[in-house]
């Protein structure tokens, strides 16, 4: 995604989106600072829920807080056999098959979710 703007600095010069425009998401840390704000709560005691490992389970592990990955609902859904017994072997032949590949945000670091779910229903 690129963001365009036409802005003048107070110099008259047009300034530059990286000096007007911070980008705040995930798996950065910022997104959970942001998130937390100055409260006091501990990070051992929040949950990262998501779908995609890139994203959810590294940002959550990069920033000391607990991740729970759904499985059937999101982005790796389609790379899941959904039989109940054959569900956790795939997961964990996903997981196996992001860490090996590499250039990921994971950088050097094993992904692993702390808890793993077959659905996310409200």
């Known amino acids: 995604e690129q963001i365009l703007h036409n802005t003048l600095s107070k110099s008259g010069d047009s300034g530059s989106s990286s000096d007007l425009v911070k980008r705040v998401g995930k798996p950065f840390n910022d997104v959970y600072d942001l998130a937390l704000g100055d409260s006091a709560i501990d990070r051992s005691r929040v949950c990262m829920v998501g779908d995609a ?11 000391g807080v607990s991740s729970l990955w759904v499985l059937l609902d999101g982005i790796h859904g389609p790379d899941l056999d959904v039989k109940e017994e ?13 860490n090996e590949r590499g250039g990921t945000y994971a950088g050097d670091r094993l992904v692993s979710p702390n808890i793993v779910l077959r659905h996310f229903r409200w």
Do not use: N, W
């Open 53 to 63: 490992l890139e994203t959810d389970i590294v940002g959550a592990a990069a920033s």
């Open 86 to 98: 054959k569900l956790m072997a795939s997961a964990g032949y996903v997981v196996r098959e992001f």
